[in-house]
């Protein structure tokens, strides 16, 4: 079993910046792919960033990149979304996750684990 409790969200102007913290327990982090998902009022969850095991390796939906960074330090057991020039589309609730699968590039899918979510609001 793995647990994952994220925090970092909140309001924010557009233009802003917020970083998102992802803390994970119960199991060996660092065999773990990791990613962020979003899920905006009335729609789908959606895929945002993810890090392969040991963050040598990133991927992005195409409507951050460039304004979002994720990290893992593994010593912290801890996953990060740094959200730069953040936009009023930006809002949502943002949820870790966690993948126990020690591949070299990390996956938009396949995800077991999943936290509470943190909201993030962006005003114009």
């Known amino acids: ?29 660092n065999r773990f792919q990791m990613g962020w998902f979003r899920q905006a009022p009335g729609k789908g969850r959606e895929f945002v960033a993810a890090v392969n ?7 992005y939906a195409d409507s951050v990149k460039g304004r979002f960074t994720i990290s893992r330090d593994n010593a912290k057991n801890t996953v990060y979304l740094q959200m730069n020039s953040l936009k009023p589309e930006d809002t949502a609730v943002y949820y870790c996750a966690s993948r126990d699968y020690r591949a070299d590039y990390p996956s938009r899918v396949g995800y077991d684990y999943w936290g509470q979510g943190t909201q993030v609001t962006v005003s114009s």
């Open 1 to 29: 079993q793995v647990q994952l409790v994220e925090s970092g969200g909140g309001l924010v102007q557009a233009g802003g910046s917020l970083r998102l913290s992802c803390a994970a327990s119960g199991r060996t982090f």
């Open 53 to 59: 095991w040991n963050g040598g390796s990133t991927l």
